[in-house]
């Protein structure tokens, strides 16, 4: 499956931004995606993912409420809407898929094997 990320941009501090993931290829409704980002000098994070089939939704420990992941398995799509953005959210977001993934492993990178290109998004305070 090939996936690629827009969406990103520049943002003022307490605004709001959707990122998309479209999907081509592959049967996507057996995929797992997920949302990683990046920050300068720092290492990639997991940041949510929805699972594949029924769409159980999981989020990192920073999120608190501020992220929702959502999937359209028709239109090959997997949004993540971003609310209250802070400074510290600036980063490269990264859309990532493993096929029927183990709830186990969604939040650890090295198990998706297909990834976007990634998608800057950067908020000014």
């Known amino acids: 499956v090939q996936l690629q990320a827009c969406g990103g941009g520049l943002v003022q501090a307490g605004g709001s931004r959707r990122l998309s993931c479209s999907a081509s290829?592959?049967?996507?409704?057996?995929?797992?995606v997920a949302w990683f980002r990046q920050a300068p000098g720092k290492a990639r994070e997991f940041v949510s993912a929805?699972?594949?089939?029924?769409?159980?939704?999981y989020y990192g420990d920073f999120v608190k409420g501020r992220f929702t992941i959502s999937r359209d398995n028709d239109k090959k799509m997997v949004w993540l809407q971003i609310d209250s953005l802070q400074p510290e959210d600036t980063a490269v977001y990264y859309c990532?898929?493993?096929?029927?993934?183990?709830?186990?492993?969604?939040?650890?990178?090295?198990?998706?094997?297909?990834w976007g290109q990634g998608t800057q998004v950067t908020v000014s305070s």
């Open positions: 990532a898929a493993a096929s029927f993934l183990h709830d186990n492993h969604y939040g650890t990178e090295r198990y998706y094997n297909f």
């Open positions: 929805v699972k594949y089939g029924i769409g159980t939704t």
């Open positions: 290829g592959g049967a996507f409704i057996n995929y797992t």
